[in-house]
């Protein structure tokens, strides 16, 4: 029987409710800047994943100003050696890793908003790329890799800005990839995550919409196809979406950076069917376009960390484990914070931050020395 979701999915803003600052204690969580790394011209994305097969994480960042990759080996300590550039089209915006080819070696696809394409790098595993063709796709904004078709070979979904469609690209397992499938979304997608929303074992998909407020949701048939979407509001201006589970019941949930006047973040609890219940929200910083989500207090509850690229900060919003979160914290970082990663960066089972700013062409590392909370 399909859910009578009417009453959600028509709901304004006014249903929304509103839960920030909640006067409740929460365990803190402590950082500290590291260093801070330079990069390539306009730093808009970034990866942490292990290249070379080290054992640590390494780190990849898309600069969008001088459309190049900069590539850094993670020591294992925090810090990072430079490894060099790579070339990609022109003003990237997003990054996917997976093994492209099955050789088990990360390879990455990178998406070039105004080249039209997608540039293929397939890793040799020292922490080298090699150029491997590129897609075709219309001004793409965002990208995510999972196996969509259930053929044990790494697929790529990627968002096409302009036309509001999501486009499906099978993977070969060789490295090379097929445009395979086409679905409508919002207005102006510019955010996309996979997950199984609805509990069958097949990966659907999420889309944030900045121009139609709202979060689209595709469940996948398990053959590269998806059904139609359902369109969930989730503020003014969609900029972003972190998954994580925020009220401990087992079910991916979704919260969504809206960076305005004021900039929010709200935030979709799953019920497990591919639905959602009518969002909670709260206020962020100036600017908040990106978040994600960890446990970064330590206290085995989900917390998210926001980018507000207006005060050159990013904030720590305590998860108190049932979908609400806590008054944030914040750390200074660089000019124009606009995309944070999350590792582990020196062994000690915390994880640390990595984050992006966009003005200063330079990374910044936190490192996580919260405490555990003991029980």
């Given amino acids: 029987m399909e859910r009578d979701t009417r009453g959600w999915l028509g709901m304004g803003c006014a249903a929304f409710a509103l839960v920030a600052n909640i006067n409740v204690h929460a365990q803190t969580a402590s950082f500290f800047t590291l260093n801070q790394i330079p990069v390539g011209s306009e730093p808009a994305a970034l990866a942490l994943a292990d290249m070379d097969r080290g054992g640590k994480p390494d780190l990849v960042v898309v600069n969008a100003g001088s459309s190049s990759l900069t590539l850094q080996r993670g020591v294992g300590n925090g810090y990072f050696e430079h490894w060099g550039d790579q070339s990609v089209g022109a003003s990237p915006r997003a990054i ?66 302009i036309s509001n469609n999501v486009v499906i690209f099978l993977g070969l397992g060789n490295g090379a990839f097929v445009p395979f499938f086409s679905a409508s979304v919002g207005d102006r997608p510019v955010s996309i995550l996979a997950a199984d929303f609805n509990g069958d074992g097949i990966a659907d998909l999420a889309v944030a919409n900045s121009l139609s407020g709202d979060v689209s949701v595709l469940l996948g048939f398990g053959e590269g196809t998806f059904q139609p979407a359902r369109n969930f509001p989730a503020g003014p201006n969609p900029t972003f979406l972190a998954l994580g589970d925020f009220n401990g019941d087992g079910k991916p949930d979704v919260a969504v950076a809206n960076a305005g006047s004021p900039s929010m973040v709200f935030v979709l609890l799953g019920l497990g069917d591919g639905f959602f219940l009518p969002p909670l929200s709260f206020t962020a910083g100036d600017t908040s376009s990106f978040l994600v989500a960890g446990d970064f207090n330590r206290d085995g509850k989900t917390d998210l960390a926001v980018a507000n690229t207006g005060s050159n900060t990013i904030s720590i919003f305590p998860g108190l484990g049932n979908g609400v979160f806590g008054a944030e914290q914040n750390f200074t970082v660089g000019s124009a914070p606009s995309w944070i990663a999350v590792a582990d960066l020196n062994g000690d089972g915390r994880p640390d931050l990595v984050v992006a700013n966009r003005a200063s062409n330079n990374v910044s590392v936190l490192i996580n020395l919260s405490a555990a909370r003991h029980r």
Avoid at 135 to 148: E, G, N, R, T, Y
């Fill in 96 to 161: 996917a890793v997976g093994d492209f080819n099955g050789d088990g070696k990360l390879d990455l696809a990178v998406a070039n908003f105004a080249s039209d394409s997608i540039s293929v790098f397939l890793g040799i595993g020292n922490g080298t790329l090699q150029p491997f063709g590129s897609l075709k796709v219309s001004s793409p904004s965002a990208i995510v890799a999972a196996d969509f078709n259930r053929d044990g070979k790494t697929d790529l979904a990627v968002v096409d800005s």
